[in-house]
């Protein structure tokens, strides 16, 4: 199953979130599950947090929402808004690395 973690920041944890950055880093690239892609991006307008996108393969939703919950950004609140969502791709070049 693919999966997709949606998190938008919230702007008042920026001093933690450049705190826990590497932490945060070395969380995902030693994740026991198979991580796609990873990515930040910018905020949309000032005084917006910026928001990140994971894309994962796992077994089932619950193994993705206990990964998601050991995150440090999760555990320490940098992330004011986490949505975890089942996603069924249909079509693009990299639907056949899947």
């Known amino acids: 199953m693919i999966v997709a973690r949606y998190a938008v920041s919230d702007p008042g944890k920026a001093a933690?979130?450049?705190?826990?950055?590497?932490?945060?880093?070395?969380?995902?690239?030693?994740?026991a599950i198979r991580i796609l892609l990873s990515g930040p991006s910018t905020p949309?307008?000032?005084?917006?947090?910026?928001?990140?996108?994971?894309?994962a393969e796992v077994e089932t939703l619950a193994e993705f929402e206990a990964f998601s919950a050991?995150?440090?950004?999760?555990?320490?609140?940098?992330?004011?808004?986490?949505?975890?969502?089942e996603w069924r791709p249909t079509f693009g070049v990299l639907l056949e690395s899947l």
């Open 70 to 85: 050991g995150d440090p950004f999760v555990r320490s609140g940098v992330y004011g808004s986490v949505d975890i969502y």
């Open 44 to 55: 949309s307008a000032e005084g917006k947090g910026s928001t990140a996108l994971v894309i």
């Open 16 to 31: 933690e979130r450049s705190r826990l950055i590497d932490e945060h880093k070395a969380y995902l690239r030693g994740a």
